[in-house]
């Protein structure tokens, strides 16, 4: 099925009693990616780069061949940027304005979460920020890529021509943007198709800027020079001089690393390698979208079996893979929404953990270190992509949610989180999932009042001390006592205004299926019920279950399928049944499944 539109434009000389054909331009075809994104898919050729008449550093004029590639049509915008998660740095805050303030390296990362969302080859290694080309991802433009796409075919000192006075029709510059950014697509496009390639936000390319780069650089795609110190910038913004919004005006910008600001005239479009059939680049389907009515989402990603502990450990891949297989056996894994995780960006897992802990988390895992600050928290080179990958997952449950594209879901994710500490992994567990959703849903969604329920046969130590002052998040745990990790004694009920919003339940080894519904139904219910919480998360261990390898409990799985009815009745009661889910613990590997199931047929129905 054909995507795109072929067009002529036919130039014909007014007045002119012949009529004749002067100049065909093919403005060639749109595609939309998977994920909406409209693209230019811009034809590979040849054309002239630089200028004549303009800085040393626009000589010599020479000329260059581009393989074809795909362009965004528009600059791209701070929704299309908030959907991954990040942080919008942008200044003139608007959802459909240019994205800005964004730094050469935080650009990078859009492109890589861009790819992966839609299940692409990241082009950037998030460590030396080196761009393999040869990946079929997102990345920035090569800054030849980029001129011979503003170019679109001509080789006058704009898109349009050689008049300056006609920018105005073009794009935002010093002259008309009433000093700020506006929204993409509102002037002409160039005769390619592509939106805003004069000003409005100056557009990072991939290469490193060198002034005399043009004397050296190959024929053939180039690709910029090996090193430099600043990344070059195309295009001129809203506040830039028509002079500087010219196709050939090179500049550059040393905003490249993650902790430095952008100016708020900085931005960018994305690029990829054309797909060998273009023709064949699935066009985003509104019925694909409206289909799924399925109640409850599962996350799942391959990533989290790869992180790998000892052998013989509890707390190994086996339980995914178990939980899985018994998903597919009962026939619920296809009545599921699929929700795919993407890597949760380091703002959010900086909400919960301080950022030397998160540093040594990396390296460690990455050094192949073998374990994470203690002894129970075996790692391994995955480790912290997977850990990464998790809290990503959650966060891409909570948003499955807020979209109404699932009222419920259950995250099948490892590492575990609730022990683990704001500087410090304990437990099996190494960024806390649950602290992490829960400070996104208040964060992103506006959400004050979140009730976490966590069942898990230990006490979730991590989440009782991210939240211990606030009165915002009722923290509800019921589990063995006196068991590791040592906390969860009555008596703990928070501090300052966090006071009473701290509930722990202890209970004795041996405690079963009505012990905990009786716990639930006398203490959660009503505590709930008052909180009158906006969003529901739960710490779903299942190391209560009687079957269980670490755990000393009696629960069965039935049991597990009741204390799921009660946390969703309040769901449904307080927040129209917001609720995700996210497992913890559970060893015994026949109880693990079986429980997951029954609580997953519980939030199906
Ligand atoms: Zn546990």
Known sequence: MTTGVICLLLILPAGSGCRRTEQAVSKPPVVKTKTGIEMVAVPGGWFEMGSEKGGSDERPVHKVWISPFLMDVYEVKQDQFKKYQLPDPSHFKSPNNPLEQINWTDATLYCNERSLAEGLEPCYDEETWDCNFAANGYRLPTEAEWEYSCRAGTGTEYGFGNNKAKLRTFGWCVDNSSGKTHPGGQKQPNPWGLYDMHGNVAEWCNDLYVEN??????????????????RVLRGGSWKSSAETCRSAYRSSDPSIDDTCLASDAIGFRCVRNAPDNISSEPKMNSEKQTQSTAKTGLVYDDIYIEHETTPGHPECSERLIRIIKQLKAGGLYSQLLEIKPMPVGRHWIETVHAPEYIDR????????????????????LKSYEAAVMAAGGVLAAIDAVMEQKVTNAFCAV??????????RAMGFCIFNNVAIGTRYIQARYNLPKILIVDWDVHHGNGTQAAFYDD????????HQYPFYPGTGSQAEQGSGKGLKFNINVPLPAGSGDDCYVKEFEEKLAPAASSFDPDFVLVSAGFDAHEGDLLGGMRVTDRGFAKLTQIVKSIAEKCCAGRLVSVLEGGYGLD??????????????Q
């Open 213 to 230: 780069y043009y004397s050296q650089s190959p024929e053939k795609n180039p690709k910029g020079p090996k090193e430099g110190k600043e």
């Open 361 to 380: 988390a990396k390296s460690s895992s990455e050094n192949g270190a073998g374990y994470l600050d203690t002894g129970d928290v075996p790692i391994s």
């Open 414 to 423: 490892r590492p575990p989180g609730h022990h683990a500490l704001g500087n």
């Open 471 to 478: 009165p915002n998040v009722l923290y509800f745990s019921v």
């Open 591 to 604: 109880g693990l499944a079986a429980s997951v199931e029954a609580h997953i047929r519980v939030l199906m």
